[in-house]
């Protein structure tokens, strides 16, 4: 038969994305375009034990749950997130989701009516691009610089458009990294309490601050810890995809009890429930005495912070001497613009045709500021997969600016 | 500050069902209103295991998978199918889900624009209701019988209505427990098929048809497996929540691959994809020499088939001599038509007092034509909570008739 899909729907069919991801099927094919944490650093032995101890407890972690999620996990955020980033939010404002991509899809299904003003980072994630074109948002890029978006560009935008919503990620932004200064947090925070603009701060990544010099580096507060009253203009996103293990399927939206309630309604709806039994595992791990939290993302930001560095020398090779970049101080990703001329996915063609994949910049803006740019991961390759994906890009650039 | 949710996301705030769930959690609480599984069945052992194997066996089950979900588990489902249901679908046909509700969820929302037309049975599960509701379907409900929907008035609907979908569950219809006879189902099928109509159709708990004397029947064919080229008009859901357990959260949706596809791009976008680790415990346990699905399904059924029957004992009990029901082969529910006068959200006020819920038929309608019906599990409530359940809903029948 002829089938007649929902006009928005389309779009998303067309996305070169899912091209990418057919190709990295191949196992001789490198990936530097994923968000994908290393796999020989998952805590594989304590979750083995979890799990055993979880399924052996109790028959009930097989049961269908409370849409909300597990409520002893809940109660553990709240606690870490009072340890470690001054963040006062009781588990009834926590609502746990599968991974922070729901988190947002819930959100904006709920907040986003088609043609209302959405602002984002310009350039912002692929996924929260889609998920803001399929409910009909009219998206609006806010411009930034190396300490996060520019407060005047933001104000004057808020006034234009009276926009219901800011997406931002002050810790190290996908996919450009940057970390937003202080000063700028405050600012951005200040402008939307004075508009009533709700933010929503994706905080996935974090976590993954790399030392500098041998030491961890104080982290910044998030927007929604610099708040007079927690969780009143903030909700705050993330999920342990990148800290423990992404098929745990567990991230997390907290926030006003009034926010949580209707997204825990349209999770109810979308799914009933994230998995009962991965928040048990999760949780069993957490709670664990054999298991240390603290050290193991330290263990995680040092061996990031490496295969990084490895990266950043790889590209003082002669192909990139004209791209521009800056090193982040953590996150996944390291943007690069290249060299004049080169585009980003005229570059992906022919790296794919090498065998290697990242993330053309044009994926990661409305408009087309970011086509000259390219996004390159390096949590997931390996030393030796991370050396040869480099190669093979560099030797695509040269032939591109051996022909111009 | 002040919220400014989407204008349909209001709806779904004021939903029953959650207060009801929100009494179920206190221990004393017995529920009838659900849709669980008894977790007494649960192969707790052969899961445990199979934890422990795939946990050991390969780093990988950790990390991210594809958005269609696990390739060995859905072919083991294209085998099964091939095996036990008529139906021949290749793998690349099949998406798997965060249980049959995402899967509906998914379809509704790629498919269906705001204003479009939706056949739905009457009266039909409240979770699908919502979803329509919130993606501001034109909700059209179609009458039925003993029997299924009656081909005419479903002609008569689509003649004037021009309806791009037909949302149906001929094994054992949520809340009714109807099933569909042979000729119903190809009539119906024949009718959506002339007119270009796509039927989803929900087998959720098509796999629980209780023995008769002692003998299992015969399974009716399901409507995908009667079509001439299979998933053409049909798009097939279902879940393992119903015959394994839950908390792995792994449903399906099976058709053709243009309609899978969209569901694959709208799932990237919603959740990237379900748990790869609950999809690997899973095909583990069905791909295990020492579990046998099979048998694992027998014995649900003949304990089911008992409450069940323990369910129609107390329902000969007087309080219910004006009620009228029809005891379902298979299923989660009986549905029961209050004695004339009863309303089922007036005795379920009366009842929740008496610390025992049911849902009550207007959650099922979108009219008010199941204003006098209610809708009883039998399947979670171990049989002393069934007698106790029963005996208090009894009580609250009995002090309405009184006054009456």
Known sequence: MQYSFASRAQALLSSPLRSIRELAKRDSFISLAEELPAEELFPLPSLAEAASSVLNADRRSLQYGEAEGYGPLREWL???????????????????????????????????????????????SPGLLQVLRLQGAHIIPVEGDCN????????????????????????????????????????VLRLCEAHDVLIVEDDSVGDLYFPQGGISPPQLPSLISLEEKQGDHVLYVGSFSKTVAPALRTGWAVGNRQIIEMMTAIKQMADWQSS??????????????????????LMLNREYGTRLKL????????????????????????????????????LLRGSLLKGVGFLPGSMCSPGDEANESIRLNFTHPGRDELLLGMNLISEAVMEFTARS
């Open 78 to 124: 709240s606690r870490d997130w009072s340890r470690r980033k001054k963040l006062n939010m009781s588990p009834e404002q926590i609502l746990l989701t599968t991974g922070t991509q729901q988190a947002l899809d819930l959100l904006i299904r709920g907040y986003v009516d088609p043609g209302d003003s959405v602002l984002v980072e310009n350039p912002t």
């Open 148 to 187: 996060g978006i520019l407060p005047d560009s933001l104000e004057t935008l808020i006034e234009a458009n009276h926009p219901k919503l800011l997406l931002a990620a002050p810790n190290f932004t996908n996919p450009t990294g940057v970390l937003w200064s202080l000063e700028r947090r405050k600012e």
């Open 276 to 297: 009962l039994l991965n928040q048990r595992l999760l949780h069993h791990l957490l709670d664990s005495k054999h298991f240390n939290y603290d050290e193991h993302i």
């Open 311 to 346: 990266m950043v020398e790889l590209l003082k090779r002669n192909a990139w001497k004209d791209a521009a970049y800056k090193v982040p101080s953590g996150g996944m990703f390291l943007w690069v613009t290249l060299p004049a001329g080169l585009n980003g996915d005229a």
